[in-house]
Every structure is written in structure tokens, then in C-alpha cells.
């Protein structure tokens, strides 16, 4: 019985997802199977210690920003009333909307030293400023990087914060805790689930970014990949630097499933009673208010505003019929990969929670490691094996049939949602694993002392109670999935441009004005999912409130 538990139906399909996710990684990694080529040995012994230096400096300064911000604000709006609360609740989001390379390129021009600010500072005063920043350097990257990250930590904190409810802060406070004191010791241990899936996503996101790092000219192992392969024609170079990238993601997910081993985070109850927010009074109320306004107008009012001067300057000579249809492709590409997805990481984190063998959680690992590589890596790993598979189905179908078919799986969408599965499974996961985390377990045994059967339980406890970690990841899938340019550019079919695509032909070109366009159609598309959950969750707040 037990061999029989082992590889029930659904640890059989968790390997089969596996197998799906990881080939395309194997695929990329089989290149370190063969001999070291002259590129990989100048690398090693001239840019390795640069590339490792500027990678984990730039990982260190993003995740330490967007933990400060993310689980700052998440709390300040979870716990303290103060004017604006209700509209900073859901605006915070708004920067997720924005590509990560488009906040780039026109923080870049903003503070560039043709751009307003210097040119408004000359006009004042007659010279450049001696104190005034590079925009070009670590710390403008980190600063852009963590305007668009933050939100990953900041949604996921607050829906912690929120769901904890009064009562763990009445014990603490019945415990001689101040509130501050009660944050530190009992709240945000309680978050941590929560809180490191936001932080594995914005690390994942971090180390396979290519397009901001690339526009801020600063060195990091995906610019390094890039150049192996596309600059030195070197897959094995290339293939060897992913290894690496791949296994420090792996070690980094292994670490928090054992940390997270050694405790255990359960919703204390599924009613509980909402939060009480303190009020916040006087001048500390229109600080916090100012907090808010400052990052909101760093991250998304300022960038947006310029990106819509140059919109209006270029829409004469740049819009056309066309962009109706580049638009209609990536709203499309976006819904059906955050239903896959969305569905894909349900059963990943019960099939998980059926079988908590490590072998199993390391296989659960393996699944999400494309979302630390490269999308231009990443997309050769989806179409190589595919078109092997092409190629297989197309002489079997001849074989057997006299039907000659002039397209099967190359040519079609399916190339693209299957490199999105790869990339993004760890998005879709994340969220709905930290949800999964706080169902006790004595519900599924009470489920099961009543005869329900697994998939039933699914059905009436689990995903009532997943509805805010899946609504989550969702709504990072489907925002991430419309701003991805790699995997679309190299496996979209034939005239299935996105607006992804536009603003990557338009920039690469150095049209940054005529980009504007597109990318700010992109941002107000990325807007409807934030608005979705806007209304989700405020409809759920209500609900307690009321």
C-alpha cells in the first residue's frame, strides 16, 4: 500500500509536469556535457569575479529595497488608518505595470544629463551639479529594479497581514507587547510564507533579467550569457554561465523549503475577526501619506507622464490599424497563460501536500527553475525539443496516413504557452504554496473522516481558501506574460507580434521617442488585471469590515 501511495495519480502527474517544465533547462544544460571551449577559459579567468561581484551586489540591493518597501507599506496600509489608506491599498500595485526595461530607459532619460531635470538645473544655476548621480550605475539599477519589484513582496505581505486578523495582536499585546514590538515578534514571523515567496520571485526575476541590465550597460551573468551566445556564437559558454545562474536559484529554493521545514505557519482561523487598524493622527498621518505619494509617483506617476508627452508628440506618425492587433495578441497570450498557469500551480501545491517527500519538493524545485534563466536562453530549450517532437508526429502522420500536414506544433501558439509554463511556473506557484502553507491540516483529515474524496477536498476547502494566493499569481502571470519580449520574439508564429515586440524592434533601433507608444498601450493593458484585483480585494475588505 505504501509502494501504491507513492505514485498515486497525483504524484504521476506531478512528474509529468516536471519532466515538461525541466526539459527545456536540460535541454540548454546538456552543453556543459561537452569539453570547455578558449571562451570559457578567458571568462573564467578574466570576468568571473566581476560577473559574481555585480550579481550579488545588484541581487543584494534590490531584495533589501523592496523588503523594506514592500513589507513597510503592506504593513502601514494592513494595520494604521491615515488619509489615503483605502486608494494606496490597491495603487501601490500600479508599478507592477509597468516593463521593467521601459521604467529603465526613461528614468535613464529623465536623469540623464539632456534630460529635464539637468537641463532645469543648468537654467537655474548655470552648471551641472558635481553632487548629481550617474542614473547609469549599480544604484540606478537597483533604484529602477526596485520601483518594479516591489509589488511582488508588497501584494503578498498585505493579503499576510490581513488574513492574520486581531487576534494574534491581542495576545501579543495582552503579553506587555507594544504594537512595534508585537510587528517583529509575532506578525511578521506569521508572514513569512508570504513574504519569501515574494522575495524568491523578486530573486528569480533579479538574476534572469537582461533587458534593464543591458540598457544600464552594467555587466551581470545575463548580459554574459547574451554576449557567449549571440556575441561569440559560443552555446557552450553560454550553456555553462545558465548552469550557474540555475544552480544558485536551486540552492536558494532549497534553502527556504528547509527553513521552512523547521516551522510551521497555519491560519489560526478561517473567520477570524479583522484586523483594528491604529490611527494614525496629526503630522506621523501626512508623512505616511507622503511615503506613499513619494514611491507611488517614483514608480508609476512620473515615468507614466513622460512616457505620455512623448506618446502624444509621436501618435500621428506612429499609430496605425496594427497596434489593434499587437494589442489583442498580448492581452490574448496573457489570460490563456494565467489559466494554465493558475491551474498547473493548484495541482502542483496539492499533489505536494499529498506527498511531502523530499524528493518530491525537490522535483516541486526543478519546476520552477525556469524563472531564473534568460528568456532568450530559455526559449532555445522550448524549441529545440518541440521541433524534434514536430519532426517525430510529421513522419508518423506520413507514414500512416496520406495527409501531408503543413503545420503541427511549429508555427503555432502552443511553442509560445509552453515557453511561458516553463518561465513562469514559479510566479503561479509562489502565492498559491504560501496559501497552501497556512490550511491546517487537521481540516483535510476532518474532510477525510467524512469519506471526501482528495479531489473533493480540493474543490470545497482548498481553493475557497487559495482564492487570494491564486487570484496573486494570476495576476503576476498575466502582467509578466504581456511584458515578455524573448520567448515571444523567438518562438511566436508568423505575423503574431505583440506590443512587446513593437517597443523591442522600436528601442533597439534607438527610437525611443516613437517606443513611447507601445509602451504605454502596454502599461494601461498590464493596468486591467491590477483593477481586477483592486475590486476583488476591496470587495473583501468590505465584507469584513461590514
Known amino acids: 500500500m505504501n509502494r501504491l501511495r507513492l505514485f498515486d495519480r497525483w504524484t504521476c502527474g506531478l512528474i509529468l509536469l516536471g519532466i515538461a517544465a525541466v526539459t527545456p533547462i536540460l535541454v540548454v544544460l546538456s552543453a556543459v556535457l561537452v569539453p570547455a571551449d578558449e571562451h570559457w577559459a578567458h571568462m573564467l579567468g578574466n570576468d568571473m569575479g566581476r ?18 518597501l514592500g513589507v513597510g507599506l503592506a504593513w502601514l496600509v494592513a494595520a ?3 488619509p489615503g489608506r483605502r486608494f494606496f491599498r490597491w495603487a501601490m500595485i500600479l508599478p507592477f505595470a509597468f516593463p521593467t526595461y521601459v521604467l529603465g530607459y526613461v528614468w535613464i532619460d529623465i536623469l540623464d544629463l539632456s534630460g529635464p531635470i539637468q537641463n532645469t538645473w ?16 549599480l544604484w540606478g539599477l537597483i533604484f529602477v529594479m526596485s520601483l518594479a519589484f516591489y509589488p511582488y513582496v508588497f501584494m503578498l505581505a498585505r493579503g499576510a497581514f490581513e488574513q492574520q486578523g486581531q487576534r494574534a495582536l491581542e495576545v501579543a499585546r495582552i503579553l506587555g507587547r507594544t504594537p512595534t514590538q508585537a510587528f517583529f515578534a509575532v506578525l511578521l514571523p506569521m508572514a513569512r510564507p508570504w513574504i519569501a515567496a515574494g522575495l524568491l520571485l523578486v530573486a528569480m526575476e533579479t538574476l534572469a533579467d537582461f533587458g534593464t541590465v543591458a540598457t544600464f550597460n552594467f555587466d551581470t551573468f545575463t548580459t554574459a550569457i547574451y554576449k557567449a551566445w549571440f556575441g561569440f556564437f559560443s552555446l557552450n559558454t553560454a550553456a555553462r554561465l545558465a548552469a550557474l545562474l540555475v544552480l544558485f536559484t536551486l540552492v536558494l529554493l532549497l534553502l527556504e523549503k528547509w527553513t521552512q521545514q523547521q516551522k510551521r505557519f497555519y491560519q489560526v482561523a478561517v473567520s477570524d ?26 514608480g508609476f506617476a512620473i515615468p507614466l507622464l513622460h512616457l505620455g508627452y512623448w506618446a502624444v508628440s509621436t501618435f500621428a506618425t506612429e499609430f496605425d490599424e496594427r497596434y489593434w492587433q499587437w494589442l489583442g495578441h498580448t492581452l490574448a497570450l496573457g489570460f490563456i497563460a494565467a489559466l494554465i498557469l493558475g491551474a498547473t500551480a493548484c495541482f502542483a501545491a496539492y499533489a505536494q501536500r499529498l506527498n511531502p517527500r523530499p524528493w518530491v519538493r525537490f522535483l516541486v524545485a526543478l519546476c520552477t527553475m525556469g524563472y531564473a534563466l534568460p528568456g532568450t536562453v530559455l526559449a532555445v530549450g522550448v524549441y529545440i525539443p518541440l521541433m524534434w517532437v514536430d519532426d517525430q508526429l510529421y513522419t508518423l502522420i506520413t507514414r500512416w496516413t496520406d495527409w501531408e500536414p503543413q503545420i503541427l506544433i511549429n508555427g503555432t501558439v502552443a ?33 477525510r473522516g467524512l469519506g471526501a474524496t482528495r479531489r473533493r477536498i480540493l474543490q470545497r476547502i482548498h481553493l475557497p481558501l487559495l482564492r487570494n494566493g491564486l487570484l496573486s499569481g494570476c495576476l503576476i502571470v498575466l502582467v509578466d506574460v504581456m511584458k515578455e519580449m524573448p520567448i515571444t520574439l523567438m518562438t511566436r508564429p508568423l505575423g503574431w507580434d505583440t506590443l512587446a515586440i513593437r517597443i523591442f524592434e522600436l528601442t533597439s533601433e534607438g527610437h525611443y521617442e516613437r517606443a513611447a507608444l507601445p509602451s504605454i498601450l502596454l502599461v494601461l493593458a498590464g493596468l486591467l488585471p491590477v483593477f481586477l484585483l483592486m475590486f476583488f480585494s476591496g470587495k473583501q475588505e468590505r465584507e469584513k469590515e461590514g
Not at 490611527?279 to 501626512?286: D, I, V
Open 122 to 137: 543648468r537654467d537655474l544655476f548655470g552648471a551641472r551639479p558635481a553632487w548629481f548621480p550617474n542614473p547609469q550605475s
Open 415 to 447: 511553442i509560445i504557452l509552453y515557453g511561458y509554463v516553463s518561465r513562469f511556473m514559479a510566479v503561479s506557484f509562489q502565492p498559491v504554496e504560501a496559501a497552501m502553507q497556512r490550511i491546517r491540516p487537521s481540516m483535510d483529515e476532518a474532510a
Open 273 to 298: 475577526q479583522a484586523m483594528r487598524r491604529f490611527p494614525l493622527r496629526g503630522a506621523r498621518a501626512w508623512l505616511v501619506t507622503a511615503l506613499f505619494v513619494a514611491v507611488l509617483a517614483l
Open 80 to 82: 494604521c488608518d491615515f
Open 51 to 68: 560577473l559574481v561581484g555585480n550579481t550579488a551586489a545588484l541581487l543584494a540591493g534590490v531584495l533589501f529595497f523592496t523588503t523594506v
